[in-house]
């Protein structure tokens, strides 16, 4: 056993491969045994002290497409599913400090001192899949040694609707909100207030944008998303989204602009996409406000690739951080979480760029994106 190995959480030491598969005999003929076990719809599997698997259900290999245990034998959960994580440190899953935000990896630790834990976990893989599951995790004893059987349940559906039931009963509702009241306003009016006239038609382009938001998310998660590219100008582009966020129903006081540093240019992408993008990390730096605070878009050329910001004052604790680009994951509070994910969704598999983000207390938080500005693709 390698007990050198270096780790941000989790121990990240192991028992080499013959000794895991004794530990499967052990428990294969102990537990799995049953054939009702390997019957359940539901994923179960069983690590060792190490987090090591040793034996898993049908449901679990029909899950990864796979004939026999031994093709995961000894891996640990997140490197079985191909968490973007796993292979970050050389001690593996649960080694690195994303982990620690792992429910996953919690669960099982709990699991381990004794504990019978449920945890939600969201893990992003390297073949772009994003993963809402449900970790149940039960102590197991087994010949003196022990043991943690896991039941794993795809929350997926259920996440995507809790999350769309509460963008179309707060955001959806605040922006028709927004449309009645202006609505009203010109009926009481004659003639009509023209500024009430161009809030309305704000309001009503930020509604379909809502709208679509949602459907462009399934349609990239499925796979069915077509990239439609066409000559872009950057700084009419972030003038766009300017307009459509300055009349955004809201308690808070703040003001968006485009920074004066920003340069004009043209360049060849998506434009819905790029739109979508900017406008997320605009709704995501307004909501980001306590109260007030100015929100500033910036677009300009580094090193030959395009690059657009959005500024706002806030600062994201290092909690949040390790997991801001997770699927379902808000700092807005529970059911919300796809704009930063879409954001990378669309930015990097789809426009082959890269978004990030950057933040401290000083200067506050900066999200961007980075795209290739000639038009050969990369």
């Known amino acids: 056993m390698n007990r050198a190995m270096r780790t941000k ?36 599997m069983v690590v060792n002290q190490h987090r090591q698997i040793v034996y898993v259900n049908s449901a679990l290999k029909d899950f990864l497409h796979i004939n026999s245990l031994s093709e995961i034998m000894g891996l640990r959960p997140g490197e079985m599913l191909g968490c973007i994580h796993s292979h970050e440190s050389a001690g593996g899953c649960g080694t690195t400090e994303f982990c620690s935000q792992c429910g996953a990896v919690n669960s099982i630790l709990s699991a381990l001192a ?18 809402d599951l449900r970790v149940h995790s039960t102590p197991l004893a087994i010949g003196g040694e022990t043991f943690t059987i896991i039941m794993v349940v795809d929350i997926q559906d259920e996440k995507r609707r809790r999350v769309l039931e509460k963008v ?5 509702l605040n922006t028709a909100t927004g449309i009645k009241g202006f609505a009203d306003l010109l009926v009481e009016n004659e003639p009509p207030d023209p ?26 998660e499925r796979g ?25 129903p809201t308690l808070k006081s703040f003001t968006v602009e485009v920074d004066k540093r920003s340069v004009d240019f043209s360049f060849i992408s998506d434009g819905a996409l790029m739109r979508r993008i900017i406008g997320n990390m605009t709704k995501n730096a307004i909501e980001a406000l306590n ?3 100015t929100i500033t878009l910036y677009t300009g050329i580094r090193f030959g690739y ?37 954001m990378k969704l669309f930015g990097e598999t789809y426009l082959r760029g890269r978004v990030g983000f950057y933040t401290n207390q000083a200067h506050g938080t900066v999200f961007y994106v980075i795209i290739p500005i000639n038009k050969k693709e990369r």
């Open 195 to 220: 500024r009430a006239l161009q809030i309305l038609s704000q309001l009503s382009d930020r509604l379909i944008e809502e709208i679509l938001g949602q459907r462009d998310i399934l349609m990239a």
């Open 114 to 131: 004794g504990k019978e834990d449920v945890q939600e976990c969201r893990i992003n893989t390297h073949n772009n899949q994003a993963l």
């Open 224 to 248: 069915t998303m077509v990239v439609r590219k066409e000559i872009l100008n950057a700084l009419p582009m972030l003038e766009d989204v300017v307009n459509l966020y300055r009349t955004l």
């Open 306 to 342: 395009a690059v657009f910001s959005v500024h706002n004052p806030g600062f994201i604790p290092r909690t949040n951080q390790l997991q801001i680009f997770n699927r379902s994951f808000s700092t807005k509070g529970n059911d919300r979480g796809l704009g930063t994910y879409s």
């Open 291 to 293: 109260d007030e605070g």
């Open 168 to 172: 179309f009963f707060h955001d959806i």
């Open 9 to 44: 959480y989790a121990p990240a030491e192991r028992i080499p491969l013959t000794m895991v598969k004794r530990q499967a005999d052990a428990v294969g003929t102990q537990v799995f045994k049953n054939p009702v076990l390997q019957a359940l719809p539901a994923i179960l």
